[in-house]
């Protein structure tokens, strides 16, 4: 007998997959250009010119041998003692090479984390709204996602619920921020009450609980005055799981890192079972390639004053439409506010006037959609009369 469990989540994508599938037919069926594909996070911004320049150097004057073979397991050498290092100088820690573990984005740099933390019947808290993926990836893990409700309206966390939440089976926590839907970032004093509630709750239970920051949307803030604290900074048993699909714009490619904060007394211990969970799931040696990109380009980001436009002229309009926003502090997401207490009937409804937009119910919150505004600044332009022409259907 197969795994059912594994057959029935090949059989069903995510809402967001499904969406990106029938944004692609509707596209073929009256064109690109008229269809207003606001579902996947797949950045508008071309990578910087360094990237483009480094990738030429290396496939023309590096060994091809030595350019496209292994590297060692967790990552080559030369590339993780470059990213210890630069995450030193701007963060003020003290790792090496030997915190780091080169992955396949975020996704494998989350799958590897809470395979190597969790054992059967643990639990994992989050924040809602939070990336549907959690689930899948705690479950595989043999772990359950436990969502904690965020403050309505800010969502940020609801700390009187998350210290509810916390129990003897709670292992770890991940953060998202800034957050994928709702573009919200958790500020010093927020990620500070964060590792004091954590640190109080792992010395009553004699066992640490982890805290997992997701980071594919570190670069992406907006506001002169914003900035996303590094939890290695606040509390010791602390993870960083980083991708550059979004800053460098290079998500097809699948390069990321996980970092261990070595200022945990175990943190040896939890590098091995980092190790070990990638070897267990196949995730050795990093696409060879772009890891010695990354080791030339890991300081660079692509153009986000982009986003920051969409993002402006997008929660502009939409609130004179007479929407709801909840204007985002970065990354590239809006979440919006049904005007009908069903968004996925909402979501349909956008369909006709050709807006695709995710239905927040898969984030965990209900009673909201996300807008991704990834998108190219005359696709914003385009699709303003559909929107406001949503907005009257609602009489709003």
């Known amino acids: 007998m197969l795994n059912e469990k594994n057959v029935n989540l090949g059989k069903v994508r995510s809402c967001i997959r499904e969406l990106y599938e029938y944004a692609s037919k509707r596209k073929a069926e009256i064109g690109a250009e008229n269809v207003f594909d606001f579902s996947i996070g797949n950045p508008s911004v071309p990578a910087p010119p360094e990237v483009l320049t480094a990738l ?16 060692s397991a967790q990552g080559g050498y030369g590339v993780r003692k470059v990213l210890a290092d630069y995450i030193n100088r701007r963060f003020e820690t003290r790792l090496d090479a030997d915190c780091l573990y080169m992955t396949c984005g ?28 959690y689930k899948v990836f705690c479950e595989h893990a043999g772990a359950k996602l436990v969502a904690v409700q965020s403050e309505e309206k800010t ?4 700390f009187d619920k998350f210290e509810k939440a916390l129990n003897v089976k709670t292992k770890a926590v ?26 109080a709750f792992s010395e009553k239970r004699g066992s640490p609980v982890y805290l997992i920051s997701d980071e594919p949307y570190r670069e992406l803030v907006f506001d002169d005055g914003t900035e996303v604290p590094y939890v290695m900074n606040y509390y010791a048993h602390s993870l960083v799981c980083y991708s550059y699909s979004k800053s460098l714009s290079l998500p097809g490619e699948r ?5 261990v904060n070595n200022a945990m007394d175990e943190y040896k211990d939890v590098y ?14 990093a696409p060879a390639l772009f890891q010695k990109l990354i080791e030339r380009v890991y300081d660079k ?13 997008l929660c ?5 439409y007479g929407f709801t926003v909840v204007k985002p502090d970065g990354a590239f997401y809006l979440f919006v506010k049904s005007p009908e207490a069903d968004a996925a009937a909402f979501a349909e409804r956008a369909k006709k006037y050709e807006i695709l937009f995710v239905p927040g119910d898969d984030f965990g919150c209900k009673g909201y959609v996300r807008v991704a505004y990834c998108v190219a600044p005359e696709t914003i332009g385009r699709a303003l009369p559909a929107f406001e022409a949503l907005a009257k259907s609602y009489n709003l």
Request: with cysteine; hydrophobic share 40%.
């Open 56 to 71: 030429e150097d290396l496939v023309k004057n590096t060994n091809p041998v030595v350019l496209h073979g292994y590297t």
């Open 106 to 133: 975020a996704a494998a740099s989350l799958t590897i984390t809470l395979n190597a933390l969790v054992n059967r019947g643990d639990q994992v808290i989050t924040f809602a709204p939070y990336f549907p993926e």
């Open 155 to 158: 969502f940020r966390i609801d």
């Open 174 to 199: 991940i953060i998202n921020s800034p957050n994928n839907p709702s573009g919200v970032v958790y500020g010093a004093e927020t990620i500070r009450r964060l590792a004091e509630t954590l640190t």
């Open 255 to 259: 390069i990321g890192y996980i970092a």
């Open 272 to 285: 091995a079972g980092i190790c070990g969970a990638g070897r267990a799931l196949g995730y050795v040696c």
């Open 301 to 313: 980001t692509s153009d986000i004053n982009v986003y920051k436009f969409n993002r402006d002229k």
């Open 316 to 320: 502009s309009a939409l609130e004179s």
